[in-house]
């Protein structure tokens, strides 16, 4: 009876030695900011997956893993049963393998993840990847040649980028807006137009005539009207072109310019000509003082 307690003793020891050993070489700090919310009420799948609080261990910039040990590494991190150190030990694996071979480490590791996993590894792929080289990993993007996949990982990538460089994650994708969906387009002009309204409509004003040109306006209207709803209500009678798009934006301008000044957006609807899209704004100023009154 004696000897099995110490067997089981060794056995205990050698497990906690085993995980501490795989965690001083897996874990780094992960840091990822939260998404821009949505314009006009529309879901919108957030470009950062949430990480746990980084470990105390880090991982120097010398220590950096072989590439061959990777698969193995992977494996062993997938099967950790506590989320929160499964999802510490991914992060900080998959930050390092993006940083010595993103592409390998996209071929590889979502196939080795599994259905329930495989979404978030190549998330965190993709995005490393972009905070790390962001003009690679737009090429890459843009040049995968299946249209479904290509459109998820143009939004993993951009998405991004424009975290912190709005700008340049437009710049990086304004020659392929053949190969861009409007929502993403839309999407980063908002993000654009948060931190500087002036660059958001300098970029969105030079687009050609399309789907993409006609969602950036409407985003662009909606953060204007957060500041000045009457400049941004002008902006989109003469900006949008009739339709869908120019009610769609109305409506969620004259909500916001309803809420400071109730008078002067009811004024402003009644300026349009009876239809479709006076009914509509009319209807939304109506509601917004049921709601406030």
Same mark, same amino acid.
């Given at each position: ?81 506590? &989320?929160?150190? $499964? /999802? %510490?030990?991914?992060?900080? #694996?998959?930050?390092? !393998? =993006?940083?010595? +071979?993103? *592409?390998? @480490? ?8 599994? &259905?329930?996993? $495989? /979404? %978030?590894?190549?998330?965190? #792929?993709?995005?490393? !990847? =972009?905070?790390? +080289?962001? *003009?690679? @990993? ?8 299946? &249209?479904?996949? $290509? ?10 980028? =424009? ?5 340049? @994650? ?23 137009? =948060? ?99």
């Amino acid at each position: 009876m004696h000897n099995r307690q110490l067997s089981a003793l060794s056995l205990t020891a050698a497990a906690c030695i085993s995980l501490s050993i795989f965690w001083c070489e897996l874990s780094r700090p992960t840091v990822l900011p939260s998404p821009v919310s949505p314009a006009f009420g529309r879901h919108f799948e957030p470009s950062v997956i949430s990480t746990p609080e980084p470990s105390s261990v880090t991982l120097k910039d010398s220590e950096i893993l072989p590439k061959e040990g990777f698969g193995q590494s992977l494996s062993t991190a997938l099967n950790i049963q506590d &989320p929160f150190e $499964r /999802d %510490q030990a991914l992060a900080a #694996l998959l930050r390092r !393998w =993006a940083e010595l +071979d993103p *592409e390998e @480490a996209l071929r590889t590791a979502p196939n080795l993840a599994g &259905p329930e996993l $495989r /979404d %978030q590894v190549t998330r965190q #792929l993709t995005q490393g !990847w =972009a905070s790390q +080289d962001p *003009e690679r @990993a737009a090429q890459w993007a843009l040049a995968l040649p299946d &249209p479904t996949e $290509r459109n998820r990982m143009m939004d993993f990538v951009f998405s991004k980028i =424009a975290e912190v460089q709005p700008l340049r @994650a437009l710049d990086l994708i304004k020659n392929a807006l053949d190969k861009a969906q409007p929502a993403l387009i839309g999407n980063l002009v908002q993000q654009l137009a =948060a931190d500087d309204l002036s660059a958001a409509h300098a970029w969105t004003s030079a687009l050609p005539p399309g789907n993409s040109r006609q969602e950036a306006l409407q985003r662009l209207a909606f953060v204007w009207s957060q500041t000045d709803p009457e400049k941004s209500a002008d902006f989109v009678v003469q900006q949008i072109a009739p339709g869908p798009g120019q009610t769609e934006a109305a409506v969620a301008v004259i909500h916001q310019w309803a809420l400071r000044d109730w008078p002067g957006a009811k004024a402003w609807a009644r300026q349009f000509p009876d239809g479709p899209l006076r009914d509509r704004v009319e209807a939304e100023v109506s509601g917004v003082n049921d709601t406030t009154n």
